[in-house]
């Protein structure tokens, strides 16, 4: 993920949404805290820049045990793949930057990419999302996105896969000044988005309040990061915030307005807070009380100040630490150490 210095004045919260909210609470004391299986629950990504992961079956094992009904994998590793056969877990699967402009290129290089790294999981893998690049808009491959989704597009047609939902996922920074996206991403994005706009599927977006806050905790207040507010912090015309995250996502549909796009929804393929790298900014408690609320506020299905009742789909960043990634924070997002101990309590 990219850090993403959010402008802190942009935003704010939603309405309550009391009877979703108690018909939900009503549900979650009856069943497990992640709902698993149908559209409803939280996802968790499962990232492997780690050179002392348990072994693949083992990770599985563990979404399982915690009733985590929804992965995120960013690029199509074979050996999680194959764990994955018969778990009953939806998969949000990632083609990797670099294959973007292959699959771009043709049909062909669409369906090759598929009958690899899709066909072979088909009877026994439920695919929910394939996204085409992580972050890939700006960048070398930007314009090969669009491109890209559509070839695939078309190969999932072919197969009659209409249950799959082609996207990209973009991070915050994409998003400019003044509610519009950045002049270097506008150009890929529009592309993308009237693919997104023609097919009625969300654009995914990684959604970091941790990183507005962190880059400015005297302007954005640590409970307005963490969802704890109790009134709202920010109001923006006719719409009040209580929590950035909200204000983060409707950002995204206000630069989509710009761009004349009023029916593409945002779906959370990435949100977490560090637990560790960066003093009392990052400590469990925190890291904790951010993934709980996020959690919850994905559930209750209250969608945003700008998109009331619109159901979020959201993936924790992420399952376990990963010691490849750069030292201090970027090693420290897992909700689970290696050995598969969690580093606080979640769920
Ligand atoms: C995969 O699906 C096939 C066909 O339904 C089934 O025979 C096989 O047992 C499944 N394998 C696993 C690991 O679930
Ligand atoms: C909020 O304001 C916008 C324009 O600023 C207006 O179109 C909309 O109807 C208002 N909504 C409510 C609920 O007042």
């Given at each position: 993920m990219h850090r993403m210095h959010l402008r802190a004045q942009t935003m704010a919260s939603p309405r309550m949404f009391l009877a979703v909210g108690m018909m939900m609470m009503m549900v979650i004391m009856h069943s497990p805290m992640v709902i698993v299986g149908d559209k409803i629950g939280i996802g968790v990504c499962y990232g492997?820049?780690?050179?002392?992961?348990?072994s693949a079956t083992d990770v599985i094992s563990l979404y399982k045990k915690y009733n985590i009904g929804k992965l995120r994998l960013f690029d199509p590793n074979p050996d999680a793949l194959e764990a994955l056969k018969g778990s009953g877990i939806d998969v949000a699967l990632g083609a990797k930057n670099e294959d973007i402009p292959s699959i771009a290129t043709s049909t062909e290089g669409a369906e090759s990419w598929f009958t690899t790294n899709v066909l072979p999981y088909l009877s026994n893998i439920t695919f929910s999302f394939i996204s085409v690049g992580n972050e890939a808009i700006p960048g070398e491959f930007a314009n090969d996105v669009a491109p890209a989704m559509s070839n695939l597009q078309a190969v999932l047609n072919d197969h009659n896969l209409n249950g799959i939902t082609v996207t990209t996922a973009v991070a915050t920074m994409v998003l400019g000044v003044s509610y519009q996206f950045s002049p270097e991403t506008k150009g890929a994005l529009a592309d993308v988005l009237s693919f997104l706009s023609i097919k009625g599927s969300p654009l995914m977006a990684n959604v970091y309040p941790y990183f507005a806050y962190a880059s400015d905790p005297d302007q954005v207040r640590l409970d307005y990061a963490l969802f704890t507010a109790k009134d709202p912090v920010v109001v923006d015309g006719n719409l009040s915030y209580h929590n950035l995250f909200d204000a983060t996502v409707d950002s995204f549909y206000w630069a989509m307005e710009k761009q004349g796009v009023n029916n593409v929804g945002v779906a959370v393929s990435e949100s977490g807070w560090p637990s560790a790298g960066n003093g009392g900014f990052t400590t469990p408690e925190l890291a904790s009380t951010y993934n709980r609320n996020f959690m919850q506020h994905v559930l209750n299905m209250g969608g945003t100040p700008k998109r009331p009742g619109a159901y979020i789909e959201g993936f924790i960043f992420a399952m376990f630490n990963e010691n490849q990634k750069p030292s201090g924070i970027e090693q420290n997002w897992g909700l689970f150490y290696p050995n598969m101990q969690p580093v606080y309590a979640v769920f």
């Amino acid at each position: 993920m990219h850090r993403m210095h959010l402008r802190a004045q942009t935003m704010a919260s939603p309405r309550m949404f009391l009877a979703v909210g108690m018909m939900m609470m009503m549900v979650i004391m009856h069943s497990p805290m992640v709902i698993v299986g149908d559209k409803i629950g939280i996802g968790v990504c499962y990232g492997m820049v780690a050179n002392n992961l348990p072994s693949a079956t083992d990770v599985i094992s563990l979404y399982k045990k915690y009733n985590i009904g929804k992965l995120r994998l960013f690029d199509p590793n074979p050996d999680a793949l194959e764990a994955l056969k018969g778990s009953g877990i939806d998969v949000a699967l990632g083609a990797k930057n670099e294959d973007i402009p292959s699959i771009a290129t043709s049909t062909e290089g669409a369906e090759s990419w598929f009958t690899t790294n899709v066909l072979p999981y088909l009877s026994n893998i439920t695919f929910s999302f394939i996204s085409v690049g992580n972050e890939a808009i700006p960048g070398e491959f930007a314009n090969d996105v669009a491109p890209a989704m559509s070839n695939l597009q078309a190969v999932l047609n072919d197969h009659n896969l209409n249950g799959i939902t082609v996207t990209t996922a973009v991070a915050t920074m994409v998003l400019g000044v003044s509610y519009q996206f950045s002049p270097e991403t506008k150009g890929a994005l529009a592309d993308v988005l009237s693919f997104l706009s023609i097919k009625g599927s969300p654009l995914m977006a990684n959604v970091y309040p941790y990183f507005a806050y962190a880059s400015d905790p005297d302007q954005v207040r640590l409970d307005y990061a963490l969802f704890t507010a109790k009134d709202p912090v920010v109001v923006d015309g006719n719409l009040s915030y209580h929590n950035l995250f909200d204000a983060t996502v409707d950002s995204f549909y206000w630069a989509m307005e710009k761009q004349g796009v009023n029916n593409v929804g945002v779906a959370v393929s990435e949100s977490g807070w560090p637990s560790a790298g960066n003093g009392g900014f990052t400590t469990p408690e925190l890291a904790s009380t951010y993934n709980r609320n996020f959690m919850q506020h994905v559930l209750n299905m209250g969608g945003t100040p700008k998109r009331p009742g619109a159901y979020i789909e959201g993936f924790i960043f992420a399952m376990f630490n990963e010691n490849q990634k750069p030292s201090g924070i970027e090693q420290n997002w897992g909700l689970f150490y290696p050995n598969m101990q969690p580093v606080y309590a979640v769920f």
